[in-house]
């Protein structure tokens, strides 16, 4: 078994591809590629929140208080337009990012105290959420001014103003620590990035040691070498396993580096997550890893060997990230929680382990639930992969 091992391994490790996704994909790449995404986000985020906005507005006499709000506000510059048909246009051409409509009856409606509504033209798809937020600050400076000038004949204190705007308020005491919260996020990205790579690292040597080896004509020679068919199948098995096992410690530990070593590029509360992860985390993490490599190992070692090319192999694959990715999605849909019963769901009981371990609220005896659920799991599989193996019209299809 050991000696089938070692030469599988030896020529997977002289294959380029190979080398690609198992150490420089998992260690340098995806790491990278993420830490710059989250970069980006931020810098192009922080933008949205402070670039100088472009607007136009029409009826600006029927409101000039809130019209000159606007106009003295840094972060918008009037643009001024024809009229009000062209705004979609102007929109459109990113003359402007957004346009107000004050109606003739604002005023009026004002000077009865009665509720008055502006329009605001924006594209929602581009940064909308941003604007409108931006805008309604503006939008709500003007209703407080209007607001204390309805409210000042009534010649009330401060308190009891504040009972009249808002009788009852909420006073939020969250049990819930800065890990915890920013956990809950993080925690449910990282087993969607690991078990991906896993999966990936091992697929392509998959095709290589079992439907490449048909193409090859090399399989037939292997199997009357003086080695039982459980002896090869626990070799190639382990070489899978070991492939995607390293990918995935691998990119852990890049980037654990990447986030130890430079603290200062993260958001602070991030920052603080990231050192409050201990190396016991980690190492469950690790654990958690071990009976996924397993499985993905028999699964893709049995596809391969029923393959009867490279081609059909990757064919019959491919659809296995999606079916990876489908467990780890239910895993971060709000109100999924770790329970003994989710602790027993393939795939999905990993990724909500990996959660809470991030958050730091992992219940021990789910852990080993999971743990052993799992392990058992890589156990059928690798058993079903042996019997598979030694079925003939597996082998030599035709």
């Not at 979609?88 to 003739?104: S, T, W």
């Not at 929602?124 to 937020?133: C, L, N, P, V, W």
């Not at 009788?167 to 919260?181: G, L």
């Not at 095709?207 to 190639?236: F, H, N, W």
């Amino acid at each position: 078994m050991w000696i089938v091992y070692l030469k599988e391994l030896r020529s997977l490790l002289r294959d380029r591809k190979t080398l690609i996704f198992t150490i420089l994909i998992p260690i340098v790449a995806l790491p990278l590629i993420g830490f710059g995404m989250s970069q980006v986000m931020s810098k192009l985020s922080e933008k949205a929140r402070t670039e100088q906005i472009k607007y136009a507005i029409f009826g600006a006499q029927n409101a000039p208080a809130l019209a000159e709000l606007f106009a003295k506000d840094a972060g918008y510059r009037e643009v001024k337009l024809d009229s009000a048909g062209d705004i979609r246009g102007a929109i459109g051409d990113d003359r402007i990012k957004l346009a107000l409509n004050v109606p003739a009856q604002f005023a009026g409606a004002i000077g009865a105290s009665q509720q008055a509504a502006i329009e605001l033209h924006f594209n929602s798809a581009d940064a909308g959420e941003i604007t409108r937020k931006r805008v309604t600050a503006v939008v709500e400076q003007y209703n407080a001014t209007l607001r204390d000038k309805a409210l000042s004949h009534f010649k009330l204190t401060a308190p009891q103003l504040a009972f009249v705007l808002n009788p009852v308020t909420i006073d939020v005491r969250s049990t819930a620590d800065q890990r915890e919260r920013i956990g809950a996020l993080v925690g449910g990205m990282l087993p969607y990035l690991l078990i991906f790579v896993c999966l990936m690292a091992g697929m392509y040597p998959a095709i290589d040691i079992g439907a490449g080896e048909k193409e090859a004509g090399t399989l037939e020679t292997l199997l009357l070498a003086p080695v039982s068919r459980s002896q090869l199948v626990m070799g190639k098995f382990l070489v899978l396993f070991t492939v995607a096992l390293a990918a995935s410690l691998l990119m852990v530990s890049s980037l654990g580096l990447l986030l130890r070593f430079y603290p200062g590029r993260l958001d602070p509360a991030l920052a603080a997550v990231v050192a409050a992860i201990s190396i016991g985390d980690l190492g469950m993490i690790a654990l958690m890893l071990v009976p996924t490599a397993a499985m993905f190992a028999a699964i893709l070692l049995s596809m391969s060997i029923y393959a009867k090319s490279y081609k059909e192999a990757a064919g019959m694959m491919q659809p296995m990230m999606i079916i990876a990715i489908m467990p780890m999605m239910v895993a971060m849909i709000p109100g999924v929680e770790l329970t003994w019963l989710w602790s027993a769901v393939p795939l999905t009981n990993i990724a909500l382990a990996m959660k809470e371990i991030v958050k730091g609220t992992m219940d021990y005896p789910k852990f080993l639930m999971i743990l052993f659920s799992s392990t058992l799991l890589a156990g059928i599989l690798l058993a079903f992969c042996r019997r598979w193996f030694s079925r003939e019209e597996v082998l030599f299809r035709d």
